[in-house]
């Protein structure tokens, strides 16, 4: 079965700063990955997602990510933090079946 | 496309009480979702649907919970007696039938408080 692990459960940048969100999965057959983001009091958004081809995945609100099958890993990446980008962000994995497996999440707070 | 509905927003309730979940997929959507999401165990998902038809409820935690979809355009979920340990935001989601790399477009959720 697959499982999402993702390092940290809150993360602090200041304004300007890259976000660095880690991410690392577990699964039996290549995977299809995915981060989403939520917002307070509101339902999840998909930034990105990778299913085949090129492993550097860009995003919206320019996020990107990076599939890394080596070290089963899809780090999640902005370099220029936004106040608006304070939100909790998840990683999901599908091992090609509808059914996604969400990380525990990690909250990201932007100071001025 | 109005996106995902749910209803209602927020729920209070006692417990012992039944509660029901509404949601509206998107139109043309062919599956459903249905997460609960709590601090201690984060989002899980507790069943699916494809085209009205229930496809994986091995989520479902137990009995007290069950969940329908009459047609393509309406799914609700039921917790019967509900207990304080079902407070959670519960939340639905829908994707197009086009393969699991789809995106799955999740409602704004309902906040249920069990008393």
């Known amino acids: 079965a697959q499982s999402v692990t993702q390092l940290g459960s809150h993360v602090s940048v200041s304004e300007g700063a890259l976000v660095l969100l880690r991410c690392n999965y577990s699964?039996?057959?290549?995977?299809?990955l995915f981060w989403y983001v939520q917002y307070p009091n509101q339902g999840l958004q998909l930034l990105l997602k990778?299913?085949?081809?090129?492993?550097l995945v860009k995003g919206i609100n320019g996020f990107e990510a990076e599939f890394k099958k080596s070290e089963t890993s899809f780090h999640l990446t902005k370099p220029s933090a936004h106040m608006s980008d304070a939100a909790e962000y998840f990683c999901?994995?599908?091992?090609?079946?509808?059914?996604?497996?969400f990380g525990a999440g990690t909250t990201v707070t932007v100071r001025a | 496309d109005a996106g995902v509905i749910q209803s209602p927003r927020h729920e209070v309730t006692e417990m012992g009480q039944e509660v029901t979940l509404r949601c509206k997929p998107i139109?043309?959507?062919?599956?459903l979702f249905w997460y609960r999401q709590t601090m201690m165990r984060g989002l899980e998902l507790l069943i699916y649907f494809n085209n009205n038809v229930p496809i994986d409820d091995s989520g479902m935690p137990e009995d007290r919970f069950s969940a329908k979809m009459p047609n393509a355009s309406f799914s609700t979920l039921k917790i019967q007696p509900s207990e304080p340990r079902d407070s959670a935001v519960y939340f639905c989601a829908s994707t197009p039938g086009t393969g699991a790399r789809s995106t799955q477009y999740f409602g704004p959720g309902t906040r249920l408080t069990v008393l």
């Open positions: 139109s043309g959507h062919d599956y």
């Open positions: 990778y299913t085949t081809g090129a492993t």
């Open positions: 999901a994995v599908s091992e090609g079946d509808y059914k996604l497996s």
């Open positions: 699964s039996s057959v290549p995977p299809y």
